[in-house]
């Protein structure tokens, strides 16, 4: 028996809905993939899959908006703390 599992019965399912998400058209010569959201809800109806797709690119243009502004505020580069750090990168001895 699996130590994380809760309960002994190896069917244990969860219920819920999934939703695949396509795009006909991407800019460029680029292929879309689909996206793939799961719901908690089983059944969900047409006006929850609307809902949950807009909250989803909603959360994708929000990260990628703070990932735009932590790389121009240069916070995703290594802090040195003094010059010898910069002689020894990552995995040099």
Not at 9 to 36: A, M, N, Y
Not at 74 to 80: D, E, H, L, N, V
Request: with cysteine; hydrophobic share 30%; aromatic share 10%.
């Amino acid at each position: 028996m699996d130590r994380g599992r809760t309960t002994r019965d190896p069917r244990r399912s969860c219920e819920g809905t999934v939703i695949r998400l396509t795009v006909d058209h991407l800019p460029g010569d680029r292929h879309p993939k689909p996206v793939w959201l799961w719901y908690s809800s089983p059944g969900a109806g047409t006006t929850d899959i609307d809902r949950l797709w807009q909250m989803f690119l909603r959360r994708f243009d929000i990260e990628h908006t703070f990932r735009l502004f932590k790389q121009t505020l240069g916070w995703t580069a290594p802090k040195i703390r003094n010059p010898e750090a910069a002689d020894h990168g990552p995995g040099s001895s």
